[in-house]
Nanobody, 125 residues
Framework: QVQLVESGGGLVQTGGSLRLSCVGS????????MGWFRQAPGKDREFVAA????????YYSDFMKGRSTISRDKDQNTVYLQMDNLKPEDTAVYYC??????????????????WGQGTQVTVSP
């Protein structure tokens, strides 16, 4: 069992940056692959980025590749998502997720068992 709490969202202007944090409690996040997903009202949940349990492999969506970096601090039981050059279309609730996904499920919400409550990211024009 693991509990996840996201933070770091907020309101930024186009071109701005945010660093999202996901702090785990309960089980150590060292045991899990970690992902970030986002969901805007009326839209499906979208994959953003993921990092494998070892921390040695990272994955990015096409729309965030080159504008984001996912990382983890195992000692602090925290996963981060640094986002730069934000655009209005990035506006969404961003969710942290933990799971034991095999490689083929890394980019799928079904590959993750535990989810945080989300943090709102709003990018103004």
């Amino acid at each position: 069992q693991v509990q996840l709490v996201e933070s770091g969202g907020g309101l930024v202007q186009t071109g701005g940056s945010l660093r999202l944090s996901c702090v785990g409690s309960g089980d150590s996040l060292r045991s899990y692959n970690m992902g970030w997903f986002r969901q805007a009202p009326g839209k499906d949940r979208e994959f953003v980025a993921a990092i494998r349990r070892s921390g040695g492999y990272t994955y990015y969506s096409d729309f965030m590749k080159g504008r984001s970096t996912i990382s983890r601090d195992k000692d602090q039981n925290t996963v981060y998502l640094q986002m730069d050059n934000l655009k209005p279309e990035d506006t969404a609730v961003y969710y942290c997720a933990a799971g034991m996904a095999v490689l083929s499920a890394t980019r799928l919400a079904s590959g993750y068992r535990y989810w945080g409550q989300g943090t709102q990211v709003t990018v103004s024009p």
